[in-house]
């Protein structure tokens, strides 16, 4: 029995809503970030202010599972955690230079380069469908960017730096968010980002700004754009699984650029609009697709269980098939996943970064 089986009408219904509250507070990040840089905080201040209250939030919470991460994965964690320092500087950095909408957008693209890189990583071309909607992604990318600013290319260009380092950051992370955990992988990811940028500021010698007018947006961005939508949306993936979480977080683009007419006034032209609706699709159709592939063929019984484990085998694990026969796996086995873990592509909600 599934995990979505399990779970009762009414807890599927409170995982959706909270699904839905989670997608709608992280998607207004940009939102409060650019009226923090509107009343005088530097990107230096910003990140301190983030790093500074939302990682040992993240510890705190971390330190209250049943049992410590498995040897070796809080270091791979912590040096990860890099990755995703580089991934948040230059999403902040892209913020001062063009608006919350457009750059969300852009962001939003990081699931077509992870199948780019997954790729490269197996020295193979990428299946066609994947070459047009990518070209389509980025035709929407050079529609949003192109219009509209003073620096379009400057911010354009740190939002994709933003969302390619992030597209790393996932391959990177690997099995590390099931065998850790997400809470426990989310500390030490953040404690890896935050020493990270701690000698990045020290080295490139930054100006942390941080005035009292826009203290009230910091702890806004902190407590409601990254620490409350993380739990909310954590928790609709446990009740739903990712496959069905990913759909959800499919309305963070729209969310934002919704949140940012209202309280930036930010105006989109119409070719902005229309680049933002290819990016969206492109990436709508991409986990559509997906999803399509890794759901159950008809007839398969999902509620089956694996066979009998044989440990001690070259590949770390061994299960006997319906005969009785020994079958070697190719993945090795892990107490805490309760069965081989299966190599997937990355999807929105493979990785929750706040």
């Known amino acids: 029995m599934d995990l979505l089986e399990r779970a009762s009408p009414r807890d599927r219904d409170g995982a959706r809503f909270a699904l839905v509250v989670g997608t709608f507070a992280m998607a207004l990040k940009g939102v409060w970030v650019r009226l923090a840089y509107g009343a005088g905080a530097s990107i230096a201040g910003t990140l301190v202010v983030r790093f500074a209250l939302a990682t040992p939030i993240f510890c705190l919470l971390s330190g209250f599972r049943a049992q410590p991460p498995p040897p070796g994965t809080r270091w791979r964690a912590f040096l990860v955690g890099t990755l995703y320092c580089a991934s948040a500087w230059s999403d902040f950095t892209a913020l001062a230079y063009m608006g919350a909408g457009p750059s969300r957008v852009i962001l939003f693209t990081y699931p077509l380069y992870v199948v780019f890189f997954e790729a490269a990583l197996r020295r193979r071309w990428p299946q066609a469908r994947d070459l047009v909607v990518f070209a389509v992604a980025w035709c929407g990318v050079v529609l949003v960017a192109g219009v509209g600013f003073d620096t379009p290319w400057r911010g354009a260009g740190w939002a994709v730096a933003s969302a390619l380092v992030y ?10 968010t099931r065998r850790m955990g997400t809470l426990s992988y989310t500390a030490w990811s953040n404690l890896g980002g ?6 990045v500021l020290f080295a490139v010698d930054r100006p942390v700004i941080v005035t009292v007018a826009s203290v ?19 928790e609709g993936v446990r009740a739903l ?10 309305l963070g683009p729209p969310v934002t650029l919704v949140g940012a007419w209202w309280l930036l006034d930010e105006q989109l032209t119409t070719i902005q609009l229309v680049g933002a609706t290819l990016i ?17 063929r008809r007839g398969a019984n999902p509620t089956a269980r694996p066979g009998p484990i044989a440990l001690g085998s070259p590949s770390g694990a061994a299960r006997r ?21 299966a190599p997937q592509r990355a999807s929105i909600s493979d990785t929750i970064a706040p």
């Open 167 to 176: 597209a790393v950051y996932l391959l990177a992370s690997g099995g590390l």
């Open 280 to 296: 969206i699709a492109a990436v709508v159709v991409h986990e559509w697709a997906r999803a399509t592939r890794s759901a159950p």
């Open 321 to 341: 098939g319906a005969h009785g026969e020994r079958v070697e796996s190719r993945t090795p086995f892990h107490p805490a996943a309760g069965a081989e873990a």
């Open 241 to 250: 699984g990712a496959a069905r979480a990913s759909v959800f977080t499919l």
């Open 216 to 234: 009230p947006w910091l702890l806004t961005l902190v407590v409601f754009a990254t620490v409350v939508p993380f739990l909310l949306i954590l």
């Open 194 to 199: 935050a020493a990270a940028f701690a000698v």
